[in-house]
């Protein structure tokens, strides 16, 4: 329902003639841009000069040698006196370059260097985690000596105590590295994380880490993948498989809406590893580590592997057939009267259609939202008019923009990819400026050489509005959904992108969010951007589906249906992908669930939902099925399945079960005949300008009034108590310290050598370690879901304020 951003202009954009260097390589006359290194240049010839340091997305350094080439003609008429390194020198015009193809002087400089290189290194390739997918193992082959005249001699390798732990996740084996040093420039320079360096020099140069900080960056993984030995391994991977045992299938992450390639590779029906896939125009070459080791969740004792019913007897959950699950919940929903849908935001874009056509057509309502979390009537009127079929801003307008405005949004954190991005952008010549809109200068927003416009929660709107930052057409406005509490903020936000020409550009923080927008998981919404209270769009879309007509009145928000199934307004609920802590009302929510008539929970695990429903259906997770994520720049991402198991259904396959079952069949059973019948759908070419009466793009108030004590700011860390980053153990030990921020002067106010600080809110209360940032003195901070069973729960609502004390010594 969405189509692929066009190319950006700079990729389209033909090379001058003047900017072209003419050279010869092997033979070869190749013209290409200047400044391109002549490495890059011979790949344009099709020779592969052997190489370890060179990474293309890396400054070059010239560790390893390995590349050395031969230049007789340096451009000027006059030879190079000896071998030189090709990853580090830029072409010239006239330059003449001979590889180890045709010049013998090449060829015996590159030996040499490996013969140099393979002194000290285990040959132990059989037990080595790079066994089979090494570039010192090919090369040494390729480009190597036949014999080595250490061996001969009798030498005695040199070897190191093994391994040494950077972190809880990667592990260095020294005696392996050839100190090409990708990981410690991968550290600098991308991810701004230099935890590790080379130390001392020569022969005892190594890999070294601060002895009192670990390797606590969300991206170390990066460094394992492109390490060209096996120096750096994975303690989740390390000898669990052999590349060669592998099957690799191309995947996409789901874990955020930045829709980052990843690499799947599996052996006998389990998920071995993930590696990061190369996507220029997305995430490049790199991911999270979320993205990487976090998805041992879908192997876990509590996944669902069977439907289960409630016995109307003895009121306790039992096993049952598909068929029998699909005509309980049939009933149990017709006899429930009105009934709404909450589907969480990890749905596939072809399951959140399947929820948007069921509640229309099998439920005839139109309450359904897959906001399930703190959310506001303006959101669903911003998303609406600003963002459904929308494809404001892409990866490379990021990185060309001159300035980024930041809003209600931490790219650390909550979408590791565009931060990534923005770092590169912020390190380039042309360095874009970033300016975020927050409480105080988080680690990321440093690491991005960023500018701090100091704003508490709550006070968004009128910083949008005095906003004194320069902003134009060639500037980007990424704003979170963390604005949903912040009265007036949408709106603001887009009175500034009107007025100055910026790119305005919504990211969520789960894979599926963008792609229910898109088909209608909205109470105003239905698929394609029609509203619900345009009797054209209602008729179109009726028309398409078969039906003689849809509910035309706009539907309740997520807490509103809460409330409904609270007070017995509705009384079925079909409910998908729904984590209670991230509600604003945890312990209502749950009595809520309790307090229905009939609940048909669709989930991959045992969760409080499931153990308070009625019908429980097992769900594939994305390695079980196909899909489409669409992510925060409205890109669809198709993806395939990887596994097959039979032990759980996609999500629309059990939706259409129970239609056919109520006697309003879906027209589709498969995702191919979901995804067909969304293209058949379309995009609304309507007018989408005016907003759903009562759920309009208005400033709504607080949805917390209380006054007095410190404001409460809070986001998701990347790493946290997560339900999907369940089961590696290594992973979460590489979260980021449970901590409360709070000013100086708070800080001073709590009395000396305080180390904790004790918080209470309306719901509770949590004592935690302090450290001091630049807050403002009215506002404290502290991780959503690092501890406990989260903010939600354990703390405070949405948009409160908590009081502030010393904790225990």
């Known amino acids: 329902m969405t189509t692929a951003p066009e190319k950006t202009a700079s990729a389209e954009k033909a090379v001058e003639k003047s900017d072209l260097v003419t050279l010869t390589i092997d033979g070869v006359s190749v013209s290409v841009p200047k400044d391109t290194l002549v490495i890059r240049a011979a790949e344009q010839v099709g020779v592969q000069i052997p190489r370890f340091c060179d990474h293309p997305l890396l400054a070059p350094v010239g560790a390893c040698r390995q590349c050395l080439v031969d230049v007789p003609d340096a451009g000027n008429g006059r030879p190079m006196p000896k071998p030189q390194a090709s990853c580090t020198m830029p072409v010239a015009e006239g330059m003449v370059v001979n590889t180890q193809v045709t010049s013998p002087v090449a060829d015996k400089a590159q030996q040499g260097v490996m013969e140099f290189l393979l002194i000290n290194h285990p040959l132990d390739c059989p037990v080595c985690d790079k066994g089979g997918e090494c570039p010192l193992q090919n090369q040494a082959m390729s480009n190597g000596r036949g014999d080595s005249r250490f061996a001969a001699s009798g030498g005695v390798k040199r070897t190191f105590p093994k391994p040494i732990h950077l972190s809880a996740q990667v592990l260095l084996d020294r005696e392996r590295c050839v100190l090409c040093a990708r990981c410690t420039r991968f550290s600098e320079q991308i991810a701004g994380d230099p935890f590790i360096a080379l130390a001392d020099r020569g022969a005892l140069q190594q890999v070294a880490i601060y002895e009192k900080e670990a ?69 490049e070459e790199w991911i999270t580590d979320k993205d990487r080791f976090a998805f041992q969740y879908a192997k876990q004792a509590d996944r669902l592997t069977y439907p289960l019913v409630r016995d109307e007897e ?52 139109n309450d359904i939202d ?30 060309a923009a001159s300035t980024v405005l930041l809003v209600g949004l931490e790219p650390e954190d909550e979408a590791g990819t565009i931060f990534l991005r923005l770092r590169k952008a912020s390190r380039q010549k042309s360095a874009t400026q970033v300016v975020s809109l927050a409480p105080y200068t988080s680690w990321g927003l440093a690491k991005m050489n960023g500018r701090l416009i100091q704003t508490a929660p709550g006070d968004e709107a009128a910083a949008l509005r005095k906003l004194d930052v320069a902003l134009d057409s060639n500037s980007v406005i990424l704003v979170g959904e963390r604005l949903a509490t912040s009265p007036g903020a949408f709106a603001a936000a887009t009175e500034v992108a009107k007025a100055t020409g910026a790119k305005l550009a919504w990211v969520p923080r789960r894979a599926g969010d963008r792609g229910a927008v898109e088909t209608g998981c909205l109470p105003n919404l239905l698929p394609g951007g029609r509203p619900v209270d345009d009797a054209a769009a209602r008729v179109d879309a009726a028309t398409a589906w078969g039906v003689s007509h849809l509910p035309s009145r706009p539907g309740r928000d997520g807490d509103a249906i809460i409330a409904a199934l609270a007070s017995g307004e509705v009384g079925g609920l079909v409910v998908a ?81 129970i239609a056919e079952e109520l006697g ?42 209380s006054t007095g004590g410190f404001k409460l700011a809070t986001w998701k860390q990347l790493l946290d108590n997560g339900r999907m980053q369940e089961g590696d153990d290594n992973l979460r030990a590489t979260a980021r310290r449970t901590v ?38 009215d506002v404290v901070w502290v991780p959503q879901n690092s501890f406990g069973h989260g903010v939600h729960a354990d703390l405070s609502s949405p948009g409160g304020t908590v009081s502030v004390a010393k904790g225990a010594e």
């Open 215 to 283: 390797f606590e960056s969300y991206f170390s993984g990066n460094t394992i993948q492109i390490c060209p030995v096996g120096a750096l391994t994975s303690a989740e991977y390390r000898f669990r498989s052999r590349p060669f045992d592998l099957v690799s299938s191309p995947a996409i992450a789901e874990h955020d809406a930045c829709g980052a390639a990843i690499r799947v590779d599996h052996r006998r029906g389990k998920v071995m590893r993930r590696l990061a896939g190369n996507d220029p125009e997305v995430n």
């Open 314 to 365: 003895t009121g306790e959950q039992r096993p049952a057939s598909w068929p029998e699950a699909f005509a309980v919940a049939a009933r149990g929903l017709r006899f429930a009267g009105s009934s709404a849908v909450l589907t969480g935001g990890r749905l596939t874009a072809e399951d959140a259609y399947a929820y948007s056509k069921f509640a229309r057509v099998a439920l005839e309502t």
């Open 370 to 399: 897959f906001r399930a979390r703190p959310h506001s009537a303006e959101e669903a009127g911003f998303l609406a008019s600003e963002v459904v079929l929308k494809q404001p801003a892409t990866y490379a307008d990021l990185e």
């Open 577 to 657: 992908g729904i984590d209670l802590r991230d509600l604003s009302d945890p312990h209502g929510a749950l009595e809520a669930l309790q307090a229905a008539d009939f609940v048909v929970a669709l989930e991959q695990r045992e969760t409080d939902v499931t153990r308070a429903a009625n019908v429980v259906f097992p769900v594939a997770p994305v390695t079980d099925k196909a899909g489409m994520f669409v992510n925060w720049e409205g890109r669809p991402r198709t993806f395939d399945a990887v596994l097959a198991n039979p032990a759980s259904l996609p999500d629309l396959r059990i939706l259409s079960g």
């Open 664 to 705: 309003h069949p879906l027209g589709f059973r498969t995702v191919a005949e979901a995804r067909a019948q969304m293209e058949e759908i379309g995009p609304w070419d309507g007018d989408r300008s005016t907003p759903a009466e009562g759920l309009g793009f208005e400033t709504v108030a607080s949805a917390t009034s």
């Open 740 to 777: 409360a921020r709070v000013s100086a002067a708070t800080y001073d106010g709590l009395g000396a050598g305080a180390h904790e600080v004790t918080l209470t809110g309306d719901r509770g209360s949590v004592t935690l370690p302090v450290e001091v940032a630049d807050l403002p003195d």
